[in-house]
C-alpha cells in the first residue's frame, strides 16, 4: 500500500524539475479536494481507474424492552467500484 509520502517521492523522482514542497502541497490538495466532495455525498470518478461514492445503509429496528422505544439509525460508507480498464488490468 503506499503512503502519501510514497506518492511524493514517485511524483519527485519522475519530474525532477519540481520541488517537493510543491508536490506534496499538490498531494494535499487533492486529497483535500477528494475528501470533501464524498463528505459533501458527491461522486468521484478518476477516468482509467473507479469512482468513489457514498452509500446510505440503514440498520435493523432495535427496541429496547423497557421503554417500547423502537430507533432506527443509518450509517454511511464509501464504495468503490473500478473501471473496466482496470478490473481487466487485475484479472490478465
Known amino acids: ?3 502519501k509520502s510514497d506518492i511524493i517521492a514517485k ?4 519530474h525532477l524539475l519540481l520541488d517537493k ?5 499538490i498531494v494535499d490538495s487533492f486529497f ?3 475528501s470533501n466532495t464524498l463528505k459533501y455525498h458527491n ?3 478518476i477516468r482509467g481507474f473507479g469512482s ?4 446510505r445503509y440503514n440498520l435493523k429496528e432495535a427496541s429496547n424492552l423497557t ?3 423502537v430507533a432506527k439509525h443509518q450509517y454511511f460508507k464509501t464504495y468503490f467500484r473500478s473501471s473496466k480498464k ?7
Open 32 to 34: 483535500r479536494v477528494f
Open 52 to 55: 468513489f461514492s457514498i452509500r
Open 11 to 14: 511524483v519527485a523522482k519522475k
Open 1 to 3: 500500500m503506499a503512503t
Open 21 to 25: 514542497v510543491i508536490i506534496a502541497a
Open 67 to 69: 421503554s417500547q422505544k
Open 86 to 92: 482496470l478490473s481487466l488490468l487485475i484479472n490478465e
Open 43 to 45: 461522486r468521484v470518478e
